[in-house]
């Protein structure tokens, strides 16, 4: 038979108006629908044939087998399973032949793994797969049928092909028609439900619509509830008008079903029927029903009625809401709860009944629904509003876990409502679900803790988020950092002053320092009494707050050791937010931060650590220590000893090009990236060669460029040097920058000019150092210091343990002996920890090996001399060699190691 797309629509044109519902009225529906319903069950829509399914090779372990052949059979908790052959779980079109041909404890095991096939295979596996299984499994055994639905339920929540979508659903209502089992019902019913919206308006009324009302009426509660279940998804696939004219009268005969079961399903259903129907319908015929429903004996049918009331309230919800049944029907009933809620949140929970606790789950659930939609019929009840906010702070003080969770959950739609007025009536409560026990309420708390934010940020609650968030940046659980780390940007930009802010502090700071030199660690305290180091006292407040985020920053450094994943999201969100922090803990924190998760994680984390430290250096405003981190940068990964740091540095130097002005850009990178022609590993080259590509259009006339573009056309590895040729032959034919490009880099420039502030180096001072002083230079590492030009130049007596200096003649730098060589230093010393303050120091030959003995002797004894004399160690060396005698980590060695502080 023919069926054409508006068959159905012919009809139900026949009864312009909801006719009264009784049961012979839709018994009279259900013979008309009869004859259609056969003939489409009859002709199942299109699959591929067996010739289709086959794959092009069949390994012998499957073209030799048989049912039963597939794999082997064991014993596991008392039951028999099957341990597929390595064939089969490797081949989508093998597993499907063992579902035409193996037995059925063979298509079990191959159905088990079929959310594999689907992940690593997702297109071979629906369109040669899912067919096969819609198909065949209408014949299968209960487990099978039972198997095949639970492989099916992963398909459905993707989106899918037409025709598949078409097949699935005609599956899983043929199945539905052939069996009794309660549990098969359930799940072809979720099933349709689920695929609904991806069917076309033509196909659901053939095939999902006469199924939904001929069940609908069936003498099996199973059957009636799968018909509820579908009831709730036709808004899905169907115009109001539609679903309002076929099935508003069957839902109120299901609401009022003899099983507990059908009244529950179909009230649950009645949320997305109400919320989609008419404001006249929903509060007239849906709303009646389910205040009815909220007073039923079953406590299932109560709380699946109060959940439908709360959700379509909030869809019709809004100033424009002026119904008077509006405001008579839902709110008592939602004051009514809130009072019993309050009493038993209070109450021990775990001496209450099923029931009882039930139904507070799910109002803790429902709590944000209810206040959104009425809070604008509440503005001036302030009895009403105390028992309402005393409620929730009652339920998040409860001990139980599931409604702390729900609370947490509906914490954004309560700050939306009491932000601007009620808000005092929160105070303590965010820190609270912060630091609850339960990890569910923490992770759902994080991953709303921006939206809470974006509205208590600025207000009298703002260090209550402060401490939330902290809190949850801190805590012990992997999944609550990754769900807060999620939106640090976004939470970085709410709470921090600003990057306006920080780039005024950080101004202010260099200009300090500017006026006040580089002072040493005595007199820090004077500098702050005068208001050198503090720019007169104009950024104590933003410093206080930054003190108040510092904890986050910390925290950092734990996620950095979180899974991959976590570390590349934590990379992503600091290149997203370096602007916005501050001067000192980019430095401090956030530098060294990448250095360590590029050097020690995966490549993609290494990939997003180079772009997050570029943006990091773009936004440091003072010169020298942007220059300082960039040092380290290059000596460390442009000249490190293993192959893929050297390729992580033009990475970052592709992401440097976009993000800086070419002038800066080429001034910064230049030198080390042209000096990596004659890298010893070919794939590095070949990498610096599509950079070069990349940068061709600024760099092409450069001598260096094509100097190194030249030798690598001379390079010993072919592709390497067919790479070099081709581009060398094409650079003549690559155009330069455009007009809005060239503008674009002009803006940065400016921007970049305006940014960052550069200092003159200054002369370090002398740190008085016990028995080891010449002058105004300072001995290190056992190299002796030349004497001074002003002051008269002291030398220690090595002949005792006293420190009294003895005279000695004046001489020129280049007349002085060198006591000591580079060698005879401490493991780890170099010629960069001697702070010289002339360059002619270079220049003195080396000492002989006698010279060298007696400088390390001298040295040694001078410091044993400054140990014994006065009790205690010097205190420009303390014992654990830090001067604030404090455990040194890793940041701090590289910070010291970048700014030498």
């Not at 919320?275 to 849906?286: F, V």
């Not at 450094?557 to 980019?586: C, G, H, I």
């Not at 001399?865 to 160690?873: D, E, F, I, L």
Request: aromatic share 6%; glycine share 4%.
């Amino acid at each position: 038979m023919d069926v054409t797309p508006d068959h159905f629509q012919v009809f139900y044109d026949q009864y312009p108006e909801p006719p009264t519902v009784h049961q012979e009225l839709l018994s009279e529906r259900r013979q008309k629908y009869q004859h259609i319903y056969k003939a489409l069950l009859a002709t199942p829509p299109p699959s591929l044939s067996s010739s289709d399914q086959l794959p092009d090779f069949v390994p012998t372990s499957i073209e030799k087998a048989g049912p039963g052949n597939y794999g082997s059979k064991q014993i596991d908790d008392g039951g028999e399973v099957v341990l597929l052959n390595d064939d089969v779980l490797t081949s989508v079109p093998n597993a499907t032949l063992v579902l035409i041909d193996g037995n059925e404890l063979e298509r079990i095991s191959v159905l088990f793994q079929f959310p594999q096939f689907l992940e690593h295979c997702p297109v071979e596996c629906i369109s040669v797969m899912v067919p096969r299984i819609c198909t065949d499994s209408i014949e299968w055994s209960l487990d099978a049928q039972l198997a095949a639905t639970e492989a099916l339920y992963f398909v459905v929540s993707r989106e899918v092909p037409h025709h598949i979508a078409k097949h699935i659903a005609w599956a899983a209502l043929l199945m539905a028609s052939k069996t009794d089992s309660p549990q098969l019902f359930d799940s072809c019913a979720e099933i349709v439900s689920m695929i609904l919206p991806q069917l076309h308006r033509h196909d659901v009324l053939k095939l999902v619509v006469p199924d939904a009302v001929d069940m609908a009426m069936s003498n099996k509660p199973h059957e009636r509830r799968l018909a509820a279940r579908v009831i709730g998804s036709f808004e899905q696939a169907l115009s109001r008008e539609e679903v309002q004219l076929i099935f508003e009268d069957t839902a109120l005969v299901l609401a009022q079903d003899e099983h507990d079961s059908v009244r529950s399903m179909m009230a649950q259903s009645m949320a997305s029927l109400a919320a989609n129907l008419p404001m006249s319908s929903a509060e007239q015929r849906i709303w009646p029903v389910l205040k009815m429903l909220s007073s039923d004996a079953n406590a299932n049918v109560r709380a699946a009625a109060m959940r439908s009331l709360a959700k379509s309230a909030q869809a019709h919800s809004g100033p424009e809401t002026t119904s008077p049944l509006y405001e008579a029907l839902l709110k008592p009933i939602f004051l009514e709860e809130c009072s019993t809620a309050g009493r038993v949140a209070a109450s021990d929970l775990r001496d209450v009944d099923d029931d009882t606790y039930l139904i507070l789950e799910i109002f803790s659930e429902v709590y944000g629904h209810f206040l959104c939609s009425l809070s604008h019929l509440l503005n001036n009840e302030q009895e009403s509003w105390t028992l309402i906010l005393n409620t929730l702070r009652q339920m998040v003080t409860c001990n139980g876990p599931t409604v702390r969770h729900w609370c947490a959950f509906n914490m954004p739609a309560v700050v939306t409502v009491c932000a601007d007025e009620r808000v005092e009536h929160l105070n303590g409560v965010i820190p609270a679900l912060a630091g609850d026990s339960d990890v569910e309420t923490r992770v759902t708390l994080a991953a709303g803790i921006h939206e809470i934010a974006k509205r208590l940020a600025n207000g009298p609650l703002r260090g209550d988020v402060i401490r939330a968030t902290n809190r949850l940046f801190m805590d012990e659980n992997p999944q609550v950092r990754m769900k807060v780390l999620a939106h640090f940007s976004e939470l970085l930009l709410l709470l921090s002053p600003g990057e306006k802010a920080n780039h005024a502090v950080a101004m202010a700071q260099i200009k300090a320092a500017e006026v006040a030199g580089r002072a040493t660690k005595n007199n820090k305290a004077n500098r702050n009494e005068n208001g050198s180091s503090r720019a007169q006292g104009k950024s104590e407040p933003y410093e206080e707050e930054m003190r108040r985020l510092k904890p986050m920053f910390t925290a950092l450094e734990q996620m950095s050791f979180d899974s991959w994943r976590t570390q590349k999201l934590l990379a992503d969100e600091l290149r997203k937010s370096a602007n916005l922090v501050p001067q000192e803990m980019l430095c401090e924190h956030v530098a060294p931060l990448l250095f360590q998760m590029a050097r020690e994680s995966t490549f993609l984390v290494r990939k997003s650590a180079m772009h997050a430290l570029v943006y990091t250096v773009r936004y440091i405003p003072d010169a020298r220590k942007r220059n300082h981190i960039l040092k380290h940068f290059r000596q460390e990964w442009a000249k490190g000893k293993v192959y893929w740091t050297r390729l992580a540095y033009i990475e970052a130097a592709g992401c440097a090009k976009e993000v800086f002005s070419s002038r800066l850009f080429t001034e910064l990178f230049k030198d080390d990236i042209l000096a990596m022609y004659g890298d010893l590993v070919p794939n590095v080259r070949l990498r610096l060669i599509r950079f070069f590509r990349y940068v061709a259009p600024i760099w092409k006339e450069l001598p260096e460029f094509q100097e190194s573009l030249s030798r690598l056309t001379s390079d010993k590895d072919s592709e390497v040097s067919r790479e070099a040729y081709l581009l060398l032959r094409s650079l003549s034919s690559i155009k330069r920058p455009s007009a809005i490009e060239v503008e674009k880099d002009k803006a940065l420039e400016v921007a970049e000019s305006a940014f960052y502030v550069h200092r003159s180096k200054k002369k370090r001072k002398v740190h008085q150092r016990s028995g080891e002083q010449h002058g105004i230079y300072e001995v290190k590492s056992g190299r002796a210091a030349p004497n001074s030009f002003r002051d008269e130049p002291k030398q220690l007596n090595r002949s005792s343990n006293s420190a009294q200096p003895q005279p000695q003649q004046k001489k020129s730098i280049r007349e002085e002996p060198v006591s000591t060589s580079r060698k005879s230093g401490p493991p780890g010393a170099d010629i960069q920890n001697t702070r010289i303050a002339d360059k002619r120091v270079q220049s003195v030959p080396r000492a002989s090996s006698t010279e060298e003995d007696s400088g390390k002797k001298q040295v040694r004894q001078g410091r044993q001399h400054s140990k014994t004399a006065s009790g205690q160690p010097s205190p420009s060396r303390p014992l654990n060699g830090h001067p604030n005698n404090k455990k040194v980590g890793f940041f701090s060695k590289l910070l010291s190691s970048c700014f030498g502080t």
